[in-house]
């Protein structure tokens, strides 16, 4: 990835951005139930990011805190304006954020490398070249 290159990504009504002066870590899918709902889709795609290259938060966002399978809490980081969901942080991905790549808005974005709860996506659905994981 250049240098100097920077990555914003942002909620459907503009009111909360991100801007990230790193690479993403890795870009992954997830089919499991949760994120069915959280997104209101067939899977989310998610990009890491390291805390460290967080450039800015700016806007208002509002937090709600889950458990996860593994009884660790996932924060959602949402805009209270338009509900997008555009990070989220996990107890057990210290360090680091995983942005929503809908946010980007950005077709070019790096594809998920991997799908996690693939036993849980639609019928219909095939995410070709994705290795895909039955269960976390
Ligand atoms: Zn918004
Ligand atoms: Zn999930």
């Not at 790193?22 to 959280?38: F, I, K």
């Not at 990011?49 to 709600?64: K, N, T």
């Amino acid at each position: 990835m250049d240098d100097g290159q920077e990555w914003v990504a942002s909620c459907a009504c503009g009111g909360l951005r991100v801007t990230l002066a790193g690479p993403p870590l890795g870009v992954y899918a997830c089919c499991c139930l949760e994120c069915q709902r959280a997104t209101g889709s067939a899977f989310a795609v998610r990009a890491k990011f390291a805390e460290a290259s967080i450039a800015s938060i700016e806007g208002e966002q509002r937090q709600w805190r889950r458990g996860s399978e593994a009884g660790r809490w996932l924060e959602h980081c949402f805009c209270p304006t338009c509900g997008g969901l555009v990070f989220m942080r996990a107890e057990g991905l210290p360090g680091a954020i995983s942005v929503s790549v809908g946010c980007f808005a950005d077709p070019g974005f790096a594809a998920p490398a991997r799908a996690y709860w693939t036993s849980r996506k639609p019928g219909w659905c095939a995410l070709s070249g994705v290795g895909e994981i039955a269960r976390q």
